[in-house]
């Protein structure tokens, strides 16, 4: 029986020292199954996914391919097994072609030059963008092969990776294993259907790993799912058989809290703290009105190419816009900036948290007194032990793990960063506008409702906020007003606290 | 070697719309044009000194070395490193090459060894170079200040009290004879050229250079023996400052240790006027080309200006500042940093 | 994606012993010449390092900043010979005046510098390796080509090399004070912990209302006053002063002076303290192989050597996230 089982763990264990990343894991993928990994973070999903990729060797317990036991010593034997593992990362060079980067990556195996594409370091362009073309087309990409990655839409980059760990697998008389480590935090609904049918495409030449946190998607995709939580696996289950709420209380061990609130019916009479007329930005947006109003939580929600990324860093003073104006507290903005911005009591919190909003390799007190404004704004100096103070402050207000002010924050988990990000923007209390971008985005079940706390307290305290969701599901929870946007413009509004509350479905139908 | 977020490998939407828009199909066009219309200016401003075979000879001479010199700085600063040590690269090559052919100091005469124990000379040295930077991960900037120290001095102990002087009659004239019409100089800086260009287009060698450039995390993870490489790009790198050293003495007929004094900057200088980014990725060998020849020209033009040399720096400079401006100017956004 | 094993390894935001790397290869610099010449520390010889120390400090601290926004000032060397040529012609009209005027200059130049960095948005590196030329030829004309000889109003500036406590001139006194300023403001200054934010992640920073623009032309200013003392402190050391003078050459060694003070090229990381180590490092290393009797003609290697050997030693590989 295990024969026909292409890999299988049994009783996989794997420290680090005093801790345990993996205690005696045992799963096992089946041929043409999607199998769905799913767990918070630091559930131990990537210590697996690591140890299924060769990267790390297992202390103890057996890997099993077709039923004979073998060793993963390196990302290469995992590859003759059959193992392709598309990261969570971008891992093309994005100088260089799409059919370059294909090659670059399948020289590394045993059969990946038997057909000279490249002599004696002279490349063959002809052998190289054949090669490549096939590939793409094997997998339904019409993707140019000669195209350089960095031209490529965000989906399309994803398929020459998914191209890439296939041709990786690609080994005589084995199927390939395809491992997907969260590929949908960064797509949006569009191209989460370009990727449900490659993933059934996939399915059919041999099987697929399917690893989230998002629950919804795991059971769209997959055919069985396996739960992990601690470092262990506590369960698994056929998709058919199960339903979100059990996966959830397997997954954090606690039962499912529906993060909505009570909708506030006397926002009628709040202040208009942002009043957007006729906003447009050539080639991104246009004709944008909308309204918040103070204490109301206004949702913007749209694929990925609708512009209403585009409008909130406009707003922010981020991006250019070039008609229309801004109204912020009654008064016109007309060429928003970030310093004003920040001044005058505006937050914005990227959805790019790494790259735009903390500051690796300075600690979590630095990075929480970043934004100089309220009492501090002019302060010439700065006070490193009150800093810290205030730091402790926040850290048990927002319970920060680990509670340590002076620690890197790039050594904390992504729901801690968030946590302190958040934190950043709420320690000045004259907070008007909060701008968020995917404030959820990447970071787990029990920090996000830490996180929507705080923002509902903001809204209590007046804040007027202007949120981008990671899902019409959590759009629909928590928002009083919904605005569509599809190309660029407004599609449509709904206003959640007339009682109207719209499907998910009839959203969607806005949205593209 | 300062490295800027032009190129994003994450891919992210947010910096895609926020980062460096697409630029033009080719990237050397711009630097191109720019030659292009310098060779018109002085061409209209003084057609009978400028437009003549005298004075395309003397531009071709004068190339020549600093052609050498931008390949293998080019390949270097592609993978956004840097090489500083090619002034002491150049020198150390250049003693050894004199005192090991017929010359006035020793009875050593070792004839075709001669320039190639120098061309060994200097690709040990980049090689050096290129192993204390990966195995010690100093950045190039301080190593290769190092070997250019290094490389002065070796060149100062070998010079010894005088001047040694090439006494053969072919080390002497070879490099300024011209039996091609131009000289033998330059014809080996054009073929190196083109071998150039070949390797950066088409090999291993080239695309591995560019890949590093991008991203050597990304690359490393692509299965590029990234330190490996870099090694072998820095000992191309010693090879050419060597040629450029043999070459040099050969046409000056003697061994000084200044011989390449003013290379670097020059080279450098090559480089960024012909928009090879000092970031890496980005650039490449005809960019640098482009750039060799603008310096070079700009300087023939205001010799032939009438230009007092007192302010003959000072055009360089602002040259190359005009040059990153105008390269830069259609990128400009909010957020876009560039170090 | 934090697995428990990265969790385990949290680390402190600031300081840890690598900081001290700089001060130990100056000690252990200092006791190979104490073998050959035991007196070198206690006679004379730390003030002739505190003599050459003191230019390449002065440099060192302006590009101090601008490398921890992470850019670079190549023309700060060639603006100290500008300036060091500007006090020297400008002593015998504007008197006491002259030096601040020249420090004005310089801070004009390094604000130039900044402007066209920061609003164009070019790399440093080009702009300043363009400066140089600029400032070459200024200086030239300033000199009128030659050589200039300080005598009118001697007096204004030469206190600075002549003025002498304990051995060591007021230049000293007052590059250590200046030192231990850069110091405080990077440690207790929000433009401190502006410069530190924006040289480990700029993006985040000008999103969180850090005025960037400000603080880049700023630090660009700053390098300039500094290099213009250095140029002050030069001429008022030899009495003369030239376009092709000793400034062009401190150049890599002020920066060679920073990096080996453990500040990394890629901005956000060191401290103004160790730049103070770092230049005496440097200066060290012809001092030293004089002192330790070794051949003149040897001495570029020895340099070259040694530079390579103290920077392998002070660099905080940990804080940098690539090396190019």
């Known amino acids: 029986m295990q024969e026909t089982i292409p890999l299988s763990l049994c009783n996989v264990s794997k420290s680090f020292g005093p801790v345990r990343a993996l205690n005696n894991v045992s799963l096992s993928v089946r041929t043409h199954e999607v199998l769905g990994l799913i767990g918070e973070n630091g559930a131990g999903k990537s210590s697996l996914l690591k140890v299924l990729s060769g990267i790390y060797q ?156 998002r629950l919804d998607e795991v059971m769209k995709f997959c055919d069985r799912i396996c739960v992990m939580r601690n470092s262990e696996v506590v369960g698994e289950r056929l998709t058919s058989k199960v339903n979100a709420d059990e996966l959830f209380r397997l997954m954090t061990g606690r039962q499912a809290a529906t993060t909505s609130r ?144 002076d620690a890197d924050i790039a050594s904390l988990s992504g729901g801690n960063q968030q946590k302190v990000v958040l934190a950043k923007w709420l320690e000045d209390c004259q907070l008007s506008l909060l701008i968020l971008d995917h404030p959820t985005r990447g970071i787990d079940p029990g920090a996000r409702e830490d996180v929507s706390t705080q923002i509902f307290a903001a809204c209590e305290e007046g804040a007027a906020v202007l949120l981008i969701a990671d899902t019409l599901e959590e759009a629909i929870s928590l928002a009083d007003t919904i605005t569509v946007m599809r190309d660029g413009e407004i599609t449509a509004t709904f206003d959640l606290n007339s009682g109207a509350i719209p499907t998910h479905a009839e959203l969607v139908a806005k949205m593209i | 070697m300062l490295h800027s977020d032009n190129l994003i490998s994450n891919g992210h939407r947010a910096l895609v719309s926020a980062g460096s828009k697409p630029g033009l199909k080719k990237e050397w066009l711009g630097p191109l044009a720019a030659l292009v219309v310098v060779v018109l200016i002085l061409s209209v401003l003084r057609p009978s000194t400028f437009l003549t075979w005298e004075n395309f000879r003397a531009i071709t001479d004068q190339a020549s070395i600093p052609f050498i010199l931008a390949m293998g700085a080019s390949f270097v600063i592609l993978m956004g490193c840097i090489d500083l040590s090619i002034e002491g690269v150049m020198a150390t090559a250049a003693l050894i090459f004199v005192l090991l052919s017929a010359n006035s100091v020793n009875s050593v005469d070792l004839g075709i060894g001669a320039p190639l124990i120098a061309l060994l000379a200097g690709t040990l040295m980049g090689l050096l170079t290129g192993v204390i930077h990966t195995v010690f991960r100093v950045p190039s900037f301080m190593v290769s200040l190092g070997t250019w120290f290094i490389g002065l001095g070796i060149a100062t102990v070998l010079f010894g009290d005088s001047i040694p002087q090439l006494s053969g009659h072919l080390t002497r004239t070879w490099a300024s004879a011209s039996p091609l019409g131009v000289s033998n100089a330059f014809v080996v800086s054009v073929v190196f050229v083109m071998v150039a260009k070949f390797v950066s287009d088409n090999t291993l060698m080239g695309r591995f250079t560019y890949a590093i450039g991008a991203d050597e995390n990304i690359a490393s993870l692509n299965a590029v023996a990234v330190n490996r490489h870099k090694v072998y790009v820095f000992a191309l790198a010693g090879f050419c400052s060597a040629l450029a050293g043999v070459i040099g003495s050969s046409r000056l007929g003697v061994g000084v240790v200044d011989l390449g004094s003013g290379q670097l900057f020059q080279t450098i200088a090559a480089a960024v006027i012909g928009g090879t980014l000092l970031s890496g990725g980005r650039g490449g060998v005809i960019n640098s080309i482009c750039g060799v020849l603008l310096v070079v020209i700009i300087n023939n033009g205001l010799i032939l200006l009438g230009v007092s040399p007192v302010f003959q720096r000072a055009v360089s400079g602002l040259v190359i500042v005009v040059a990153v401006v105008a390269t830069a100017f259609s990128q400009r956004s909010r957020l876009r940093i560039v170090k | 994606m934090n697995s428990p094993a990265d969790r385990s390894t949290a680390r402190l935001g600031s300081a840890d012993l690598k900081v001290f790397a700089p001060l130990a290869v100056l000690l252990i610099l200092l006791g190979i010449i104490s073998i050959f010449q035991p007196s070198f520390v206690s006679g004379v010889g730390l003030e002739i390092l505190a003599y050459q120390a003191i230019p390449i400090l002065l440099l060192g601290l302006g590009q101090f900043g601008v490398i921890q926004l992470g850019r670079i000032d190549l023309s700060s ?114 433009f401190g912990a502006f410069v530190k934010a924006m040289g480990l992640n700029e993006r985040a920073a000008a999103m969180s209302g850090v005025p960037t623009a400000v603080v880049t032309v700023a630090v660009f200013t700053i390098s ?101």
């Open chain 1, 58 to 213: 297992p202390d103890s317990g057996d890997i099993l391919v077709y039923g004979q036991k073998r060793t993963f010593s390196n990302p290469a034997a995992a590859a003759s097994a059959g193992v392709g593992v598309v990261h969570q990362e971008q891992s093309l060079v994005v100088n260089l072609s799409v059919a370059e980067n294909i090659l670059m990556s399948t020289r590394a195996t045993k059969s990946g030059n038997k057909d000279c594409k490249v002599r004696f370091g002279i490349y063959n362009w002809r052998k190289i963008n054949e090669e490549a073309a096939e590939i793409l087309k094997r997998i339904g990409s019409n993707i140019n092969p000669k195209s350089k990655v960095e031209d490529l839409s965000f989906a399309d980059r994803q398929m020459v990776e998914i191209a890439k760990a296939l041709q990786i697998s690609r080994q005589p008389g084995v199927q390939p294993i395809i491992v997907l480590d969260e590929p949908t935090s960064v797509l949006e609904d569009n191209d989460i259907q370009q990727l449900e049918q490659e993933v059934r495409r996939l399915k059919e030449i041999g099987s697929v790993i399917f690893v989230s946190h």
């Open chain 1, 262 to 405: 009570e909708r506030n019916k006397s926002l009628r009479d709040s202040a208009v703290v942002l009043n957007l007329e006729g906003l447009g930005a050539k080639g991104k947006f246009s004709d944008i009105s909308l309204k918040v109003r103070s204490g109301e939580i206004h949702a913007l929600v749209g694929t990925n190419r609708s512009g209403r990324e585009e409008v909130c860093r406009a707003v922010f003073g981020a991006e250019e816009f070039d008609s229309g104006t801004v109204r912020y507290n009654g008064k016109v903005v007309s060429r928003p900036n970030l310093r004003e911005s920040v001044y005058g009591g505006v937050a914005y919190l990227p959805s790019e948290r790494k790259l735009e909003s903390m500051v690796a390799g300075m600690s979590v007190a630095e990075n929480l007194q970043l934004t100089h404004r309220g009492e501090r704004a002019s302060s010439i100096f700065v006070n490193p032990a009150a800093r810290r103070d205030k730091a402790k402050e926040w850290i048990s207000k927002l319970d920060i793990r680990p509670p340590i002010p």
């Open chain 3, 77 to 190: 060397a060639t603006l100290a010979v500008l300036a060091s040529v500007s006090v020297a012609q400008l002593l015998e009209p504007l008197g006491v005046f002259a030096p601040v005027v020249t420090i004005l200059i310089g801070a004009a130049a390094g604000f130039a510098n900044g402007m066209v960095i920061s609003y164009f948005q070019v790399p440093s590196f080009a702009v300043t390796l363009g400066a140089i030329g600029v400032w070459q030829s200024l200086s030239l004309v300033i000199a009128n080509e030659t050589t200039v000889y300080v005598s009118e109003n001697r007096k204004f500036i030469d206190w600075l090399d002549s003025l002498q406590i304990c051995g060591y001139s007021a230049a000293v006194f007052i590059g250590l004070a200046l030192a231990v300023l850069a110091w405080a403001v990077t440690r207790w200054t929000r």
């Open chain 3, 224 to 324: 300039g006053a500094f290099a213009a003392l250095a140029g002050i402190v030069l001429t008022a050391q030899q009495g003369t002063a030239s376009a092709s003078g000793l400034g062009v050459g401190l150049l890599l060694p002020s920066i060679a002076a920073t990096i080996c003070g453990g500040v990394a090229l890629t901005g956000g990381v060191g401290s103004a303290l160790n730049v103070i180590v770092g230049s005496m490092i440097i200066a060290l290393i012809p001092v030293g192989s004089s002192v330790v009797g070794v051949d003149p003609r040897y001495q570029q290697i020895v340099y070259g050597v040694v530079i390579i050997l103290a920077v392998i030693l002070t660099i905080d590989r940990t804080k940098l996230k690539f090396v190019k």
